[in-house]
T-cell receptor
Framework: KAGVTQTPRYLIKTRGQQVTLSCSPI?????VSWYQQTPGQGLQFLFE???????NKGNFPGRFSGRQFSNSRSEMNVSTLELGDSALYLC??????????????FGPGTRLTVL | AQSVTQPDIHITVSEGASLELRCNYS??????LFWYVQSPGQGLQLLLK??????LVQGIKGFEAEFKRSQSSFNLRKPSVHWSDAAEYFC???????????FGTGTRLKVLA
């Protein structure tokens, strides 16, 4: 079974732009979660989706949004990029409705650099 | 306030030695507890998790963790460390109800040959 895939792997944007990151979960997994990892703030939970519904959200501003499609693929969007949004964005999928409480399988991440 | 503390930023042990990584939490309810490992090129991987029941949890790669409610701790242990265990380890808590999913700041493990 293929693992969690994230595209693109690397991205460079400038301040003020917006960006969309994509995550394809493991086949059959219906729960997708997103995380931001930075040297200063560490790993932070962004949001969790199950069956196209956002079930849980971390403490991030409204510039961070996401969605999940009927095939469980998920996208996250960051609008009006700031320098502090430079980070590794990780996506994880899990097979059950337990979502983040279940065993999650992480993708390799998308490295976003904001200039 | 909810928080997770991993007091040791770096730990160095010799191969074959025992290991204990500390994790303390502050949470408004009995949380779900997790340990993850992140290796270069390997991504983030769940080692073990605790929800309820037996407070000693066995995980993958020979790791175990013990939940101690009275100390609000969930320390990770391994009796004999291998060079391949060198990585960064994260403790996480939650989510429960409205409480969020929070990660500790991580402990970077170095293993000496």
């Amino acid at each position: 079974k293929a693992g969690v895939t994230q595209t693109p792997r690397y991205l460079i944007k400038t301040r003020g732009q917006q960006v969309t990151l994509s995550c394809s979960p493991i086949s059959g997994h219906r729960s997708v979660s997103w995380y931001q990892q930075t040297p200063g703030q560490g790993l932070q939970f962004l949001f969790e989706y199950f069956s196209e519904t956002q079930r849980n959200k971390g403490n991030f501003p409204g510039r961070f949004s996401g969605r999940q499609f009927s095939n469980s693929r998920s996208e996250m969007n960051v609008s009006t990029l700031e320098l502090g949004d430079s980070a590794l964005y990780l996506c994880a999928s899990s097979p059950t409705a337990q979502g983040v409480a279940d065993t999650q399988y992480f993708g390799p991440g998308t490295r976003l650099t904001v200039l | 306030a909810q928080s997770v503390t991993q007091p040791d930023i770096h730990i160095t042990v010799s191969e074959g030695a025992s290991l204990e990584l500390r994790c303390n939490y502050s949470y408004g309810a009995t949380p779900y507890l997790f340990w993850y490992v992140q290796s270069p090129g390997q991504g983030l991987q769940l080692l073990l998790k605790y929800f309820s029941g037996d407070t000693l949890v066995q995980g993958i790669k020979g790791f175990e963790a013990e939940f101690k409610r009275s100390q609000s701790s969930f320390n990770l242990r391994k009796p004999s460390v291998h060079w391949s265990d060198a990585a960064e380890y994260f403790c996480a808590v939650g989510p429960t109800g409205t409480y969020k999913y929070i990660f500790g700041t991580g402990t970077r493990l170095k293993v000496l040959a």
